[in-house]
C-alpha cells in the first residue's frame, strides 16, 4: 500500500482544531498529537485499517507493537483482559503521566495495535490536548512516536512536519513537550516485581517507592543482538540516528577537549552540554546544563535532529549520568551512538 499524498496542515490547538482532528480520527484517519513525553502519531486504536496507515507513514517495522493511549480509567477496561492490583496502585501514583504499563489484551483491539502479541501496552498521558483528543473521539487512540522509524522522536510541532508532512492529513501543535523523552514502559512481573522495559521521566527510585522489586530488562543498557528475543521490540528497533556518526566519549571535560583539539581538522563535531562550546573550535551542539538532566531529557533529540544541519562525518558526544532520568538520556543517547563508547 502507498502512502496517500496530501499537504498537512500545522493547527494550533484550540477547542475548534481539536474537533477536527477527532473527526478525522473518527473517520479513520491519522493525527499528530502532542503529549507531555514527545509527538504522537494517532489513529483509532479499534481500527485496523487506521493503525495500518501509521505503520505506512512511519516506515514502521511490523514486528514494533504500538502503545494506547486513554483519557480515563473506564477506558481499559474495553483493551485488556485483566487489571492486576499492581498496576491500579501503579496507576493510581503515575497516571495520568509518562508510564506505559504492558496488560494482557481483549480481543478487541487488532492484532495490528499489538504486532500480533497477546499483551498490549497502554498509556494515561497527562497532556491537556491528548487528553481533550481522546475525549472528543471518544476513543483509545494508539500512537507511537511521530517519527520516521529510526530518527529521533519529535519533541515539536515542526519535528513531526518534518518527518510527515504530505503523509498525513493534520499535527495539533502544542508545543514543545514538557519531558521530550518516551515514556518508562513496564512489564508487570506479579504484585510485587515488575521490569523496566524503557526508561523514562517515571525513574526506577519512582517505581521502587510503590513495588520492592524492579528488574532493569538488559536491553535498557546493552545491545540486543540480532538472533536475540527482545522483550519490547521497540529496544531492538530504537535508532534516534542522525545522519553523522554519533561517539560517545566517557571522560573528563579536560580530556574531552583534548581529544577534540587533536581531531579538530577531521570532519568533526561535538555534542556538550551548555557553555561547555566556549572551549571548541569545532561545529557543535548543546542539549542543555550539565548540572539539569531534566533540561538534558528535553533538549535530547532536538540536539540530535540538529546535528544534520552541521554537515559533519563525525559526532563526539559528552557522556550523560545515569541516574534518575539519567538513565533514559543515556538509553537513548547509546542507541544513537550505535552504542558506539571511547573511555578516555
Ligand atoms: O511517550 C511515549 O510512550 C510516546 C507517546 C506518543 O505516548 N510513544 C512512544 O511510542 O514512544 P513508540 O511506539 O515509539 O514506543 C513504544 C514502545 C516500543 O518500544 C514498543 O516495542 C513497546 O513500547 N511496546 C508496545 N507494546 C508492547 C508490548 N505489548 N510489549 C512490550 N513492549 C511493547
Ligand atoms: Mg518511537
Keep these: 500500500m502507498i502512502a496517500k499524498s496530501c499537504n ?6 484550540t477547542n475548534e482544531n481539536i474537533e477536527y482532528a477527532a473527526k478525522l480520527l473518527n473517520d479513520g484517519d491519522v493525527v499528530g498529537m502532542p503529549t507531555e513525553t514527545v509527538y504522537g502519531l494517532a489513529a483509532n486504536a479499534f481500527d485496523e485499517n487506521a493503525v495500518e496507515k501509521i505503520f505506512i507513514a512511519k516506515g514502521r517495522p511490523q514486528d514494533n507493537p504500538l502503545i494506547v493511549h486513554i483519557s480515563k480509567m473506564d477506558m481499559l477496561d474495553g483493551l485488556v483482559s485483566e487489571v492486576p492490583d499492581v498496576a491500579r496502585l501503579l496507576a493510581k501514583k503515575f497516571w495520568p503521566g509518562p508510564l506505559t504499563m504492558i496488560f494482557k489484551k481483549s480481543d478487541r483491539v487488532p492484532s495490528a495495535v499489538t504486532a ?5 501496552a497502554v498509556r494515561y498521558p497527562s497532556h491537556k490536548v491528548a487528553l481533550a483528543l481522546i475525549e472528543k473521539a471518544g476513543l483509545p487512540l494508539a500512537a507511537p512516536s511521530a517519527n520516521i522509524s529510526g530518527r529521533p522522536s519529535p519533541t515539536t510541532a515542526s519535528h513531526v512536519f518534518d518527518d510527515m508532512n504530505g503523509k498525513i492529513p493534520a499535527i495539533l501543535d502544542g508545543g514543545a513537550c ?8 513496564i512489564f508487570l512481573n506479579d504484585e510485587s516485581h515488575i521490569t523496566l522495559l524503557r526508561p523514562g521521566a517515571v525513574t526506577v527510585n519512582m517505581l521502587k517507592e510503590v513495588i520492592p522489586f524492579v ?9 540486543i543482538k540480532e538472533n536475540e528475543q527482545a522483550q519490547s521490540p ?3 528497533h530504537m535508532h534516534y540516528s542522525p545522519k553523522s556518526k554519533v ?3 566517557n571522560s573528563s571535560f579536560e580530556k574531552f577537549i583534548d581529544f577534540i583539539k587533536k581531531h579538530s581538522d577531521e570532519n568533526i563535531g561535538a555534542m556538550v552540554f ?7 573550535n569545532v561545529p557543535f551542539v548543546t542539549f542543555g546544563r550539565g548540572d539539569d538532566e531534566f533540561l538534558q531529557a ?17 559526532i563526539y558526544a559528552r557522556m550523560p549520568s545515569k541516574d534518575g532520568i539519567g538513565l533514559a538520556i543515556y538509553n537513548r543517547l547509546i542507541r544513537a551512538a550505535g552504542f558506539e563508547v571511547i573511555t578516555l
Excluded: P, W
Design 178 to 185: 514538557e519531558y521530550g523523552l518516551e515514556s518508562t514502559v
Design 215 to 223: 528488574t532493569i530488562d538488559k536491553g535498557v543498557l546493552e545491545e
Design 298 to 314: 528535553k533538549l535530547l533529540f532536538s540536539a540530535l535532529r540538529a546535528i544534520d544541519r552541521l554537515n559533519v562525518s563525525t
Design 8 to 13: 498537512t496542515k500545522v493547527l494550533i490547538a
Design 247 to 249: 561517539i560517545i566519549l
Design 274 to 280: 551548555d557553555g561547555e562550546e566556549k572551549e571548541l
Design 116 to 120: 500480533n502479541m497477546n499483551t498490549v
Design 234 to 236: 521497540g529496544m531492538k
